[in-house]
């Protein structure tokens, strides 16, 4: 039987939730001041956008320089945050540029494209580094995906976020 490393995942799920959660709160913090979108505008054949307004580089800036500097206080190092953070930002940017695929408005829902690639990715990105097994991963994206839309829901409540979700 595999070896649960609950610690593990939980450190791992601090830092992705990090990773995450600092993009919302520096969009509600400073508004769309310094929010230049990653694809420029860029419109692809299918009319879609590469990914959409939402995705900015000072949220993925922030999210990676602040989730590296939370990672000693999870008992990490720098470098696992800087990990987590730079593997959640890609799934969320794969998530984003799927959901434009299918023609979903940005920051529409969709469970699981949402939830998925935005924690299944850090997840891998440091499997090795911590000895993580699959039921590891596989735990912390199910825990993830129900926090997230916890979390979500609490946020949009607050006024942080724009949708609850």
């Excluded at 023609?103 to 990105?125: K, N, T, Y």
Aim: aromatic share 8%; with cysteine.
């Amino acid at each position: 039987m595999p070896e649960f490393h609950l610690w593990v995942v939980s450190q791992v799920l601090a830092l992705v939730a990090v990773a995450n959660g600092v993009p919302v709160i520096a969009k509600w913090l400073l508004g769309g001041q310094f929010a230049w979108p990653i694809d420029g505008g860029y419109i692809l054949g299918d009319g879609q956008r590469l990914l959409g307004n939402s995705k900015t580089v000072c949220g993925i800036l922030l999210s990676v320089s602040c989730t590296a500097l939370a990672g000693p206080f999870v008992g990490l190092d720098l470098i696992a945050g800087i990990l987590v953070a730079a593997a959640a930002m890609a799934g969320d940017l794969l998530s984003s540029f799927t959901k434009r695929r299918l023609r979903l408005a940005p920051s529409s829902m969709a469970p699981g494209i949402d939830q998925v690639p935005e924690s299944l990715m850090p997840f891998l990105a440091v499997y090795s580094r911590l000895q993580l097994e699959p039921l590891d991963t596989l735990v912390g994206v199910g825990l993830f995906w129900a926090g997230e839309l916890l979390v979500s829901r609490l946020l949009f409540q607050l006024g942080i976020r724009d949708r609850p979700y």
